[in-house]
Antibody, heavy 114, light 107 residues
Framework: QLVESGGGLVQPGGSLRLSCAASGLIVSNYWMCWVRQAPGKGLEWVANINRDGSEEYYVDSAKGRFTISKDNAKNSLYLQMNSLRADDTALYYC?????????WGQGTTVTVSS | EVVMTQSPATLSVSPGERVTLSCRASQSVSSNLAWYQQKPGQAPRLLIYDASTRATGIPGRFSGSGSGTEFTLTISSLQSEDFALYYCHQYNTWPRTFGQGTTVEIK
């Protein structure tokens, strides 16, 4: 099970840190990623991190602003989001998987608005 | 980036009918393609990966085929619980990309 938290309302230019607590799976054993869905829109992959956290990949719009990370001791995944923009407004899903995305959380909502 | 194009955008179908959804990639993604089902208010669910392998617990009425740039998801006999939004997703190259989705609605 994956449970996201940390979403909320933030002003443009602000920061948020999303967290994803895993249970029943060990985060360090898997590639993990974040996928987002803007209101009424489709799915957009945001970032991936490999098993040991040594490789990170980002969608172009997130490069330089977002950082994906893991804390194996806490069995958790994170997404640090800086310089937030209105088009970052979305439901953010924490997902286990590298190829097929096998396990999804229920998401945490990020709203960027003044 | 690889652009994934799904067709049609909406499919109106009666229960029991056979349904075929299409997904086209702007360049070859080999067999590195997955399909997901999403119902309102729910997270997506993995149906198919590696173009044709059913994920754990997915009923046999769901099947996937294709390779390269052309892919299909077939539902052999549509059940009431299958009315939903379906996405394809390529994981052959970075950035990972999704199609825009096909809605399967009741006719």
């Amino acid at each position: 099970q994956l449970v996201e938290s940390g979403g909320g309302l933030v002003q443009p230019g602000g920061s948020l840190r999303l967290s994803c607590a895993a249970s029943g799976l060990i985060v360090s054993n898997y590639w993990m990623c974040w996928v987002r869905q803007a209101p009424g829109k489709g799915l957009e992959w945001v970032a991936n991190i490999n098993r040991d956290g040594s490789e990170e990949y980002y969608v172009d719009s997130a490069k330089g602003r977002f950082t994906i990370s893991k804390d194996n001791a806490k069995n958790s995944l994170y997404l640090q989001m800086n310089s937030l923009r209105a088009d970052d407004t979305a439901l953010y899903y924490c997902v286990r998987g590298h190829f097929g995305l096998e396990v999804w959380g229920q998401g945490t909502t990020v709203t960027v608005s003044s | 980036e690889v652009v994934m194009t799904q067709s049609p955008a909406t499919l109106s179908v009666s229960p029991g009918e056979r349904v075929t959804l299409s997904c086209r990639a702007s360049q070859s993604v080999s067999s590195n393609l997955a399909w997901y089902q999403q119902k309102p208010g729910q997270a997506p669910r993995l149906l198919i990966y590696d173009a044709s392998t059913r994920a754990t617990g997915i009923p046999g009425r769901f099947s996937g085929s294709g390779s390269g740039t052309e892919f299909t998801l077939t539902i052999s006999s549509l059940q009431s619980e299958d009315f939903a939004l379906y996405y394809c997703h390529q994981y052959n190259t970075w950035p990972r990309t999704f199609g825009q989705g096909t809605t399967v609605e009741i006719k």
